[in-house]
């Protein structure tokens, strides 16, 4: 069963590349989820501008909002399958974007005054469904804004992909970046933030070597669990004959 798991992945992505993929999304998920069950009753600051209070509620842009996880789970897939060196640089550096952004969701938790939603309609419902689940915490920098930026800039310097997708990326993030806005999910100053983080990070990892420690511990750990086994039962049996 283990060995058809494996096969599996492996039409798609090397293994190790599988689990530092699916560990991006649970560390995500669990930084999100405990700076808000540690700090959610703590003092929280509001970093809105006047130029932020101009800023027009537009419920369609929801859409954008949520739609972007598609472009998300796209784009990490194709990073995932980039060279071992690139694709780890760049899981590296995702990593260490969400230890700054826990860092300093407890240091200095931030909160916004959201808009009364008036009327009905699809759009105005999700609206409101969106402010029941997510609660004004966690805001500055914007995780929404930082990963899709990530998005972008992952494949920003590849040769391989083409010119078009590239372009194409960078207008999604910079759509979802409005679409935070005009949500009133976000203010301004949370999406600068989530874009120099990011920038910042992946710079970071791309010229210096801490991502190899990342890199030995998660090809270890593939060894561990998809070949050591194989490899004992064949030592024992060299050692039997």
Known sequence: ????IQNCIEK????????????AFIFNSMVYSGARIIAGNW??????????EKIPLISESLFIYFGCYIFWAVNYII??????????????????SRIICFSIFLLFPTTNIRPDIVGGGIWNEGMRLLYRIDAADNLFPSIHC???WFCYIGIRGEKKI???Y???SCLIAVAVFISTLTTKQHVIIDVIAGVVIAEATLWFA????FYQGYMRFWKGMTNRIFKTGGNRNEKCKEEYI
């Not at 992505?13 to 599988?18: G, I, S, T």
């Open 166 to 168: 590239k372009w194409t």
């Open 146 to 148: 930082l990963v899709s």
């Open 79 to 96: 990073m995932a399958k980039q060279d071992e060196e690139k694709a780890y640089q760049f899981f590296f550096a995702d990593m260490i």
């Open 162 to 164: 083409p010119k078009w």
């Open 1 to 4: 069963m283990r060995k058809k």
């Open 43 to 52: 003092h929280h600051h509001i970093l809105t501008s006047r130029l932020d």
């Open 206 to 209: 791309r010229h210096t070597r």
């Open 12 to 23: 798609i992505m090397p293994m190790d590349r599988f689990f530092i993929l699916i560990f």
